[in-house]
Nanobody, 127 residues
């Protein structure tokens, strides 16, 4: 069955960096859209980044634009999220998501658009 496994979360000081990874297994080819969502304590889950396989285009929420970079290794069915200049507001559980047909674009990402989800990895930014 399709499985997404995140790794790379942890605790970091403000201004620090982390790189998250998400490996997709149980498929014969990497899904077209690979995205990242996060859920801060007491808040709704929000889409923060996505990458499309067909043209390599990327999408970012305004809250992370310029600080986070999404990339993918199609040969490994793995997507990465490089997070720089982290702040306390970036604290939360980060989830990766994948969909075989979705093309990420527009003003926001919708949870309902993604077919598969990982279990999440905790990111804590604190001094």
């Amino acid at each position: 069955q399709v499985q997404l496994v995140e790794s790379g979360g942890g605790k970091v000081q403000p201004g620090g960096s982390l790189r998250l990874s998400c490996a997709l297994s149980g498929v014969t080819f990497d899904y077209h859209a690979r995205g990242w969502f996060r859920q801060a304590p007491g808040k709704e889950r929000e889409g923060i980044s996505c990458i499309n396989r067909s043209d390599g285009s990327t999408w970012y929420a305004n809250s992370v634009k310029g600080r986070f970079t999404i990339s993918r290794d199609v040969s490994r069915n793995t997507v990465y999220l490089q997070m720089n200049d982290l702040s306390v507001e970036d604290t939360g559980v980060y989830y990766c998501a994948a969909d075989p047909d979705l093309y990420c674009e527009g003003e926001s990402l919708s949870q309902g658009d993604f077919h598969s989800w990982g279990q999440g990895t905790q990111v804590t930014v604190s001094s």
